[in-house]
């Protein structure tokens, strides 16, 4: 059985919806923001490097949101499933605060610090 009530699990899901949507058009504004596109000119050389400088800043952009689109995918899946709010390091329930300060966490508090811990030996 889970330690989060129906009406709490529907909240996070709502929480983990709308960041999805927030990341989604905070990513094309900033693709179709005009100073990632400083193209003047017509000449070849010049062009090219727009596009080069266009394409790496996209990348930038792709990686990073990316990365939170997958949690936020796999913490969707997890609602679906039924292993949402489970401690996957150790199996303990997370707290309901704890998830809704950042929806898209997979671990306890105590996992989650020594994992940090570890990261930064
Ligand atoms: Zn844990």
Not at 5 to 23: N, P, W
Not at 74 to 83: D, P, S, V
């Amino acid at each position: 059985m889970h330690h989060l009530t129906e009406e709490q699990i529907t909240i996070l899901k709502q929480a983990l919806l709308s960041l999805r949507d927030k990341v989604l058009s905070s990513a094309q504004e900033q693709i179709k923001d005009p100073s990632n596109i400083t193209f003047e000119g017509g000449d070849e050389i010049d062009r090219a490097n727009v596009e080069t400088g266009r394409y790496i800043s996209l990348q930038r952009i792709k990686t990073r949101e990316l990365k939170l689109l997958r949690k936020i995918d796999y913490a969707l899946y997890k609602i679906e499933t039924g292993t949402y709010g489970i401690c996957e390091s150790c199996g303990a329930p997370i707290p309901f605060e704890r998830l809704m300060a950042r929806p898209v966490t997979t671990m306890c508090i105590n996992c989650k610090e020594l994992e940090e811990e570890r990261e930064h030996e």
